[in-house]
C-alpha cells in the first residue's frame, strides 16, 4: 500500500548496494532484503503487481529505512546480522533444531566426555548429532567405561566412587598427567570415527559367553550395547572415499515456497538428513533466500560446522565461504554431484507432499484464524497468545501460556509460569491475582528485550480475567494489545468471545462465532489446548513438590541430596526401583542411599 512519505522516499533511493528495512504500521520491522542496486529492488515493490506472500507483505508495509554498504559481501553479512536482530515475520525464520545430542570431549584441565545439545566455539571435540538419543546415551556409557577421562566434579581431596570402578582417571585426588588424558582422549576419537571391530569382537563374545552360562539377562544388556554403538558409530553404507565431515545443501523452489534439503555425511556415511520448507517473499531471488537459510542455520546453537560445505551452482561460493569460515564448494560430477542432485529430488518430494496437505489444511489454519480477527472486527494478525490458570485448593499454583501463529499450534515458543502471590480460592481474588502476575510477567519481559508482542491476548475465562488483563496492559505496560476472553455457558461449553476495552472507553460486549465454522473450531482449540497445557504443568509441579517433601522427611536427606536424586531419576518409581549403587552413584553416601531403600 503506497502512501505519499513512501512516493517521496522512493525518489531519493540511491543505486548502491545494501540492505532495506519494511516495517509496519507500529514501526515494527517486517522484512529485512538485500540487493545490489537498491533503488531498483525496493521500488520493484511498490511499482510492479505483487501476488501471494510478497503482496500480503507490501500491503502491510508504511515505511521503510535503508542501509548503504560499499560490496555485496557486506550488504549479505548485514543481511544476516539484521534478521538476527529484528526476527522479521516475513523473513525466513529458523525455529531452533532438532535438539539432536552430541558426545562431546571438553576442553579443560582435566576434560571428560558427556551429551550434549550445544555446540559451543570452545575447542571441545563434537562428534555428532546423533538422530537415536538411546542409542548416544549407551555409546557414551560405554566410553566412560572403557576410555575413563574424568566422572567426578574435580579434586575433593578423596577419590571418587567413580575411581573405585575405573571410571576415572582420578581428578578427584590426584594430578593426573597431560599425556595420559592425551592418550585417552586419541583412543575415543578414534572410535567414534568408525574404528569399532575390535570392540564387536569383544562384545560378541561376552553375549555367547553369557548365553552359554545361561546369564540371559546379562546377554540382552551386551547385545543391547553392540546394537547401539554399531547405530551411532559404525560405517553403514560407504557413500564416499574419504572420512571429510561435510553437509551437502540443495533446494528446490515453486508456488513462492522454498524447500531446502540438508544431508548430513560423518565417517563416510550419510548419517542423517532434514528438510526445511518456507514461503518465499521475494521469488526473484531464491538462491539469497537459500544462502541466507544456510548462514543462519549455522547460527543456531545446535549446528556444528563441518569440514566442507557443499551447495548446487548459481550460489556465490566464495561471500559464503568468508562469512563460514569453511570451504564453500560445488562438485561438477561423481559420488557428490549425485548427492547433491539427490538433495534436490528430495527437496522437490517434500515440497509437494506440503501442497497436498496445504490445500487440506490452509482453510482450517489461516482463514480460521482470520475469521477470530473478523468477528472482533480487528485487522488479520498473525499471532494469537492465550493463558490460563491451574492449582488445587490453592496449592502450587501456575500459569501456562500457548501461541498459535496463523492458526497453528507453535509448541516452541510455549511458557510456564510457577506463580509467586499467595492465593484466596474462597472469593475470586486467586483469578485477578494470577492473571496480573502472569501478564506483567510475559509482556514486561517482552518490553524489556524489545521482541514483538502478539496480535491478540485470549483470555481462558470472562470479565474477571479479561480486565485484570487489559489493566496491566494499559496502566501499567502502556501496550494496545486487544485482549478478549473465551466464556463458556452454564454447561461449561465455550459459546462466545468477550471483547472491548472498557479503559480506553470501548464497553465489554459478548460476541457470538458460528458453532459450525472453522474460527469457532479455532477457538475451542486454543481453549482446549492452553487448558491442557496448564493441567498437565501442574500435575508435574505439584507431583515434584510432593516428591521433595516425601524425601525432605528421609533422615538425612537435605536438600542438595534432594536435587541430586531429583535431578537423577525424577520420580519416585525410579528412585524406588534403583539399587543402593545407583543411589551412590547419584551422590549420595552408602548411609544416605541405605537410609533411602528403606524409607522407600
Not at 556465490?316 to 560430477?333: G, I, K, M, W
Not at 476472553?485 to 462465532?513: A, E, Q, S, Y
Amino acid at each position: 500500500m503506497e502512501t505519499e512519505l513512501i512516493e517521496n522516499k522512493l525518489k531519493l533511493l540511491p543505486e548502491k548496494p545494501g540492505c532495506y528495512l519494511m516495517k509496519d504500521i507500529n514501526g515494527s520491522v517486517i522484512y529485512v532484503g538485500k540487493s545490489k542496486n537498491l533503488k531498483n529492488r525496493v521500488r520493484s515493490y511498490f511499482k510492479s503487481k505483487q501476488v501471494g506472500r510478497r503482496a500480503e507483505l507490501v500491503a502491510n508495509i508504511r515505511d521503510y529505512d535503508i542501509i548503504t554498504v560499499s560490496t555485496d559481501k557486506e550488504a549479505f553479512l548485514l543481511e544476516i546480522t539484521l534478521i538476527k536482530k529484528y526476527q522479521p515475520y516475513y523473513n525466513v525464520q529458523l525455529k531452533q533444531g532438532t535438539g539432536y545430542p552430541y558426545i562431546e570431549i571438553t576442553h579443560e584441565h582435566d576434560p571428560q566426555t558427556k551429551l550434549t545439545s550445544i555446540v559451543r566455539k570452545d575447542n571441545g571435540y563434537y562428534f555428532g548429532p546423533y538422530p537415536n538419543v538411546y542409542a548416544a546415551q549407551a555409546t557414551l556409557k560405554f566410553i566412560q567405561k572403557v576410555f575413563p577421562l574424568r566422572r567426578c566434579k574435580g579434586y575433593q581431596g578423596r577419590p571418587c566412587l567413580y575411581y573405585h570402578m575405573g571410571q576415572c582417571l582420578g581428578a578427584c585426588f590426584q594430578e593426573v598427567p597431560q599425556k595420559k588424558y592425551d592418550e585417552q582422549i586419541k583412543k575415543i576419537k578414534s572410535f567414534l570415527n568408525g574404528d569399532i571391530g575390535w570392540v564387536k569382537q569383544d562384545l560378541t563374545q561376552k553375549m555367547s559367553q553369557a548365553a552359554a552360562q545361561l546369564e540371559f539377562e546379562r546377554a540382552g544388556e551386551y547385545r543391547d550395547q553392540l546394537k547401539y554403538i554399531e547405530e551411532t558409530v559404525e560405517k553403514q553404507k560407504i557413500i564416499s572415499n574419504d572420512n571429510t565431515q561435510r553437509d551437502i545443501f540443495n533446494f528446490y523452489v515453486d508456488k513462492s515456497w522454498l524447500s531446502v534439503q540438508i544431508f548430513f555425511l560423518r565417517q563416510a556415511k550419510l548419517l542423517r538428513r532434514e528438510t526445511r520448507m518456507f514461503p518465499l517473499t521475494d521469488e526473484n531471488d531464491p538462491e539469497d533466500e537459500f544462502a541466507s537459510f544456510i548462514v543462519q542455520f549455522y547460527g543456531q546453537k545446535n549446528h556444528v560446522l563441518p569440514k566442507e560445505v557443499l551447495v548446487p551452482i548459481g550460489i556465490d561460493n566464495q561471500a559464503l565461504s568468508e562469512v563460514l569460515h569453511v570451504p564453500v564448494r560445488t562438485p561438477q560430477r561423481g559420488q557428490k554431484k549425485a548427492l547433491l542432485e539427490m538433495a534436490k529430488d528430495n527437496a522437490k518430494l517434500k515440497l509437494d507432499d506440503k501442497f497436498r496437505l496445504l490445500e487440506l489444511g490452509n482453510r482450517k489454519t489461516k482463514g480460521a484464524q482470520k475469521e477470530i480477527f473478523d468477528a472482533l472486527g480487528l485487522p488479520y494478525g498473525h499471532v494469537i497468545e492465550s493463558f490460563d490458570h491451574s492449582h488445587i485448593q490453592g496449592a502450587d499454583p501456575v500459569s501456562a501460556l500457548v501461541v498459535f501463529k496463523d492458526g497453528e499450534a507453535d509448541k516452541t515458543s510455549y511458557r510456564k509460569y510457577k506463580l509467586k502471590g499467595e492465593v484466596e480460592h474462597q472469593n475470586g481474588g486467586d483469578e485477578v491475582r494470577n492473571t496480573r502476575e502472569v501478564v506483567r510477567r510475559r509482556y514486561g519481559r517482552l518490553l524489556r528485550e524489545h521482541k514483538k508482542m502478539p496480535d491478540l491476548i485470549l483470555m481462558d475465562g470472562g470479565q474477571i480475567q479479561v480486565e485484570a488483563c487489559e489493566d496491566v496492559l494499559r496502566n501499567e505496560l502502556n501496550l494496545n494489545i486487544p485482549v478478549a476472553g473465551m466464556v463458556k455457558d452454564d454447561k461449561h461449553r465455550t459459546n462466545h468471545l468477550l471483547f472491548g476495552d472498557p479503559i480506553n472507553g470501548i464497553p465489554l460486549k459478548l460476541i457470538p462465532l458460528n458453532p459450525k465454522s472453522q474460527g469457532f473450531y479455532l477457538m475451542t482449540r486454543i481453549q482446549d489446548e492452553v487448558h491442557r497445557f496448564a493441567i498437565t504443568f501442574h500435575r508435574r509441579t505439584h507431583a515434584k513438590n510432593a516428591l521433595s517433601s516425601r524425601l525432605d522427611s528421609i533422615k538425612g536427606i537435605g536438600p542438595k541430596s534432594r536435587n541430586k536424586l531429583l535431578r537423577q531419576f525424577g520420580s519416585l518409581k525410579k528412585i524406588k526401583e534403583a539399587s543402593v549403587d545407583q543411589l551412590r552413584e547419584a551422590g549420595l553416601t552408602l548411609t544416605q542411599a541405605q537410609a533411602v531403600k528403606l524409607s522407600l
